[in-house]
């Protein structure tokens, strides 16, 4: 990769992830060892749970916990279309009927009063994810799916460090997953992890993860069906160490984030990007342009192209879910906010390791190109 390439993404690692890693080399055991139990403890005790079960990806740990909760063919689960898209995938993999419902037009995550409207005799679970690091309105999520006697299901993938009133997300589901893949802030390359407080969801998550060799001799073998979805202990070491510096990565992403608030104010209209009032503290995935009503999908997209050529990664945020061909199976409903924000949201390079010059550099080069593109100026 060329040096000034500018990437929407840079891994934070330094020596600590080194280190751990080389002492996973030396002792001689690259899966199912004592890492990986050393991460499900530290990881569950950051967030206040009581369980923590690693796995290999956030769709892996999606379909562990909607299995765990008996949820299957001729089951309903609520989703928001414009989401961390492999979690979604997870209810059609578990063979029941994804329902996708609209989202808050200023947070972008799914909307209660939307959920609500969408619950039926067949739901069985709520799963409702952070968006770009802005939590959801969890007190009401809470609310509506103990009135529906349905799981609540977390997505904190996204977002994590943020904070609701004063909690981190991944503390509010009755199952909490993340997902630890690039472009997210706390990454060991692929891997995962569920969180929960109930001790026979936390039984059923160790069963459907992966037989273990304890296993072999139980009457109960076959019984269910497990997936082969440890995370590995060399990405286990990788993400204790994250976890360990994780107040550093962030903190150093927060300063860009400041650097891109102050510079994009160059901008006419441009508004602080939004934050609920239960919110406490927000850390973005990826710094996301919400552009104008003048601009439309394909004026976007030739955004990013004119970005690429000018050396910075740009992408469009999300496609959302309803509009994808597997889906379509399931009915096309209007979900007019999903829409109108997918069609003009644009995700910006975000990483510690940017400096302010190259923030200056991205906004300059954006602010030429959506000139060049002539649909007016960009805007939250």
């Known amino acids: 990769m060329e040096s000034d390439w500018i990437a929407l993404s840079h891994v934070d690692v330094a020596e600590r992830e080194a280190e751990l890693v080389a002492q996973v080399m030396r002792g001689g055991r690259l899966s199912a060892g004592g890492m990986t139990e050393a991460f499900e403890s530290v990881f569950a005790d950051f967030h206040g749970r009581r369980y923590g079960v690693a796995v290999s990806g956030g769709m892996a740990g999606t379909w562990l916990a909607l299995r765990a909760l008996g949820i299957g063919p001729g089951d309903e689960v609520i989703a928001s279309a414009y989401s961390w898209h492999h979690m979604a995938h997870a209810i059609a993999h578990v063979g029941a009927t994804p329902v996708f419902a609209d989202i808050d037009y200023w947070s972008g995550s799914v909307s209660p009063e939307a959920i609500e409207a969408k619950i039926t005799p067949h739901t069985r679970a709520i799963l409702a994810g952070n968006c770009n690091g802005h939590p959801a309105a969890w007190r009401a999520l809470r609310e509506i799916a103990e009135r529906a006697g349905v799981a609540l299901i977390e997505d904190s993938s996204e977002a994590i460090g943020s904070r609701y009133?004063?909690?981190?997300?991944?503390?509010?589901?009755?199952?909490?997953?993340?997902?630890?893949?690039?472009?997210?802030?706390?990454?060991?390359?692929?891997?995962?992890?569920?969180?929960?407080?109930?001790?026979?969801?936390?039984?059923?998550?160790?069963?459907?993860?992966?037989?273990?060799?304890?296993?072999?001799?139980?009457?109960?073998?076959g019984s269910r069906v497990p997936l082969a979805a440890n995370m590995s202990e060399l990405a286990a070491a990788v993400a204790i160490a994250q976890l360990e510096r994780l107040d550093e990565i962030l903190a150093r992403r927060k300063q860009v984030e400041v650097w891109y608030h102050e510079i994009m104010q160059s901008f006419e209209g441009i508004k602080p990007p939004y934050l609920a009032p239960d919110v406490t503290e927000v850390h973005w995935m990826l710094y996301v342009v919400h552009l104008g009503k003048r601009f439309t999908a394909s004026a976007r997209d030739q955004l990013v192209q004119d970005l690429d050529t000018e050396a910075v990664e740009a992408a469009a945020y999300s496609r959302p879910l309803h509009q994808q061909f597997h889906y379509a199976r399931y009915g096309a409903t209007p979900l007019p906010n999903t829409q109108r924000i997918a069609d003009r949201a644009l995700a910006l390079p975000f990483h510690g390791f940017l400096t302010q010059d190259e923030v200056r550099f991205i906004v300059g080069t954006l602010k030429d190109t959506a000139t060049n593109v002539g649909a007016g100026v960009p805007i939250y």
């Open 165 to 221: 009133l004063d909690r981190l997300v991944g503390s509010f589901g009755d199952l909490s997953v993340f997902d630890f893949s690039q472009p997210l802030a706390l990454c060991c390359g692929e891997g995962g992890i569920v969180l929960t407080d109930d001790r026979d969801l936390a039984t059923e998550l160790h069963y459907l993860r992966a037989h273990a060799i304890a296993d072999r001799r139980s009457v109960s073998v």
